[in-house]
């Protein structure tokens, strides 16, 4: 059952074909250029990692198509959400629930792109990479977006794999195959998940309460989702290190690792240890800011390892 009537949907949340009021900006907040951004540079680093540099032009179009994909994704979410959208202040803006435009017209936007992005990346690259590509789509958007994100409090956890994929999809393009480090990148991103999206969660747990979606501050609790929190950063720590550990990547990944470790461990204990008032937000907002900085340093400390290698190698 919808959580909004037909009337309150308004009048450009149908199917129909009616003229848009929307811009080219609004077609670009579609795509999430934010989380589009992630997925080009984890699978950038992911087709570094493999055995043999890819050919630049096909590098090139292969992180074209991954960011098409990423945005086709970004759309279809969209689409599908936009009942709960206009329910939540962080997304009420967004092109569909303000009005700007079609449901239809997001629907068709992401369709196409999909299509697009999964050809391009299969003919240009291998098909390997493009039937990956295919299942990250259709996981965030069916696995996710529809299923899991409104019937469970696990949905960022079970649901983290899709933002995962990106450097399994870029290994892939790069050599064909896939092997135990681009397997380590995701299981990264997929532990980093739910500490760095559960510290967001905290602070807006309103937003998803009125909107229905049972996300771990609503269902189970603010003091479970940081207990949650703490455990998850405990495990990330050590998962970090590992492409260090296992010989992919150098000794100064291994030290930024280690100390990004610690840092989202003491966050993840911060987080668990101030549950009142404005200093638990406060608290919880840095934890979600310095786990994007710790994500970022740490794949761009790899990026930079292996492009050095590569270009003393050549």
Request: with cysteine.
């Amino acid at each position: 059952m919808s959580l909004v009537s037909e009337s309150d949907l308004g009048q450009r949340s149908d199917f129909g074909l009616a003229a848009s009021d929307a811009s080219p900006s609004d077609y670009v907040a579609l795509l999430k250029p934010r989380v589009m951004s992630l997925s080009i540079f984890t699978a950038f680093a992911g087709m570094l990692m493999a055995p043999h540099p890819v050919h630049p032009v096909i590098g090139a179009i292969a992180l074209l198509a991954i960011a098409v994909g990423a945005g086709a994704s970004g759309a279809l979410n969209m689409w599908y959400d936009s009942d709960i959208d206009r329910l939540m202040a962080r997304t009420a803006n967004r092109p569909i629930p303000a009005g700007r435009m079609a449901r239809g017209e997001a629907l068709a936007f992401g369709l196409v792109l999909s299509a697009f992005a999964v050809l391009t990346l299969g003919l240009a690259a291998n098909w390997l990479a493009g039937g990956l590509l295919a299942f990250t789509i259709f996981y965030y958007v069916v696995v996710y977006t529809m299923w899991l994100k409104r019937s469970t409090p696990q949905n960022i956890v079970i649901g983290g794999a899709a933002g995962a994929l990106p450097p399994m999809v870029g290994y892939a393009a790069a050599a064909g195959s896939l092997d135990l480090s681009s397997l380590l990148l995701f299981t990264l991103i997929f532990v980093w998940t739910p500490p760095h999206f559960w510290s967001l969660a905290l602070v807006k747990a309103g937003d998803y309460g009125r909107a229905g979606v049972p996300m771990a501050p609503n269902v189970w609790g603010p003091d479970a989702t940081r207990l949650q929190i703490l455990l998850y950063s405990l495990l990330l720590a050590p998962i970090g290190a590992l492409p260090w550990v296992l010989g992919y990547a150098g000794p100064v990944y291994g030290a930024v690792a280690c100390l990004g470790g610690i840092g989202m461990i003491l966050g993840g204990w911060a987080v668990f240890s101030r549950r009142e008032g404005d200093l638990a937000r406060k608290t919880a907002m840095r934890n979600f800011g310095f786990s994007i900085l710790y994500l970022f340093t740490l794949f761009a400390v790899l990026v930079v390892e292996r492009l050095t290698t590569i270009w003393l190698g050549a």
